[in-house]
């Protein structure tokens, strides 16, 4: 499998096919694949203070930053509470907000089969896996792009900033 440079994704589709193309290898990865709470905790460790917004460019590059760093292992499970983002800053806090939430989330799933009770594929998080995460990602930019927020408060996707990728986030942790 062939990753593109990031430098070379500058559109949402060019991004949608590398987390399609992200996907198909994490599934060959099998159990071997990192977790969703171990990569948002790379890309947190990694996103520098006071970057400009990312634009597709950077979103890729800091995506596969993330994927290629040493493992940061699971995060300490906690509920989400995540502030709004407007800043590299800002986002740093929400990928840590997200991954204390996947925990959670994780923990939970755990916890509900270790008694007999059914945990279905996640709590709040629509996937327990990282390629599910990525392939809801994808799907939700393939529903939204190039349309209109569907809410007053919902940034739009394009340009690429700080606060439409927590939003992008926000929504692939739900959708399905």
């Keep these: 499998m062939t990753i593109p440079a990031p430098h070379t994704i500058t559109t949402g589709r060019q991004f949608r096919a590398l987390l399609r193309l992200l996907v198909e290898h994490l599934d060959g990865l099998g159990p071997d694949a990192p977790q969703v709470d171990d990569l948002l905790q790379r890309w947190a460790a990694a996103l520098p203070d006071g970057a400009p ?15 290629a760093a040493p493992a940061h292992g699971p995060a300490e ?88 990728v927590a939003w992008q986030l926000g929504a692939a942790r739900v959708y399905e």
Excluded at 53 to 67: I, T
Excluded at 89 to 103: G, H, V, Y
Excluded at 112 to 126: E, H, K, S, V
């Design 53 to 67: 917004d990312p634009g597709w460019p950077g979103l890729a590059d800091q995506l596969l930053g993330a994927l």
């Design 77 to 164: 499970p906690a509920p989400l509470d995540g502030p709004p983002v407007a800043t590299s800053t800002e986002l740093r806090l929400l990928l840590a907000a997200l991954a204390a939430d996947f925990a959670r989330d994780r923990a939970w799933r755990a916890d509900r089969r270790a008694r007999g009770q059914w945990a279905g594929d996640g709590g709040g998080w629509a996937s327990a896996s990282l390629a599910g995460f990525l392939e809801s990602w994808e799907s939700w930019l393939d529903d939204s792009l190039h349309r209109p927020p569907a809410f007053p408060d919902v940034p739009p996707i394009e340009p690429v900033t700080w606060a439409s």
